[in-house]
């Protein structure tokens, strides 16, 4: 899976996010390179109390953010969460959303993909491409906290 940079991205007041107290970490994926070894992508996922709604903010390398919410049911909402905000932060994936290799379905060439609802196998290679796109190192690593 490719990213690619599409816009610039919303400015990060026009999220849910400028009031973080009312909701409750849930987990964080990081993408590490040898440049940026502190994150050069980083996925914050909260839940609201007594919600099901998974809330995700996303900063890759500084310079682009977004934030994304999935609720409901039926579905992987982490990863619907994730896509949202990469959407918002002008983020764009190209390739098979279930990772090289993964999936019987074929997806057309040139025209992006989305992850949502596919689960955190395709939430690894989402952060892994855009470390990628952003860096252009290829060696990624995505940690789970």
């Not at 279930?98 to 992850?115: A, N, Q, S």
Request: hydrophobic share 35%.
């Amino acid at each position: 899976m490719k990213a690619k940079f599409a816009s610039e991205g919303l400015d990060w007041h026009d999220g849910p996010f400028r009031r973080i107290t009312d909701k409750t970490l849930n987990s964080v994926m990081v993408a590490v390179t040898n440049k940026y070894p502190t994150g050069a992508v980083i996925a914050k996922f909260y839940r609201a109390p007594r919600s099901g709604v998974i809330h995700c903010a996303l900063w890759v390398g500084g310079e682009r953010r977004g934030w994304g919410t999935a609720g409901g049911w039926g579905y992987h909402k982490h990863s619907a969460a994730l896509s949202e905000a990469m959407g918002r932060a002008g983020v764009e994936l190209y390739g098979n959303p279930y990772g090289e290799g993964r999936g019987d379905e074929t997806f057309p060439k040139g025209k992006p993909v989305h992850i949502d609802g596919r689960g955190h196998g395709s939430m690894v290679d989402a952060m892994q491409a855009m470390a990628r796109a952003h860096t252009g190192e290829r060696k990624v690593r995505v940690i789970d906290l």
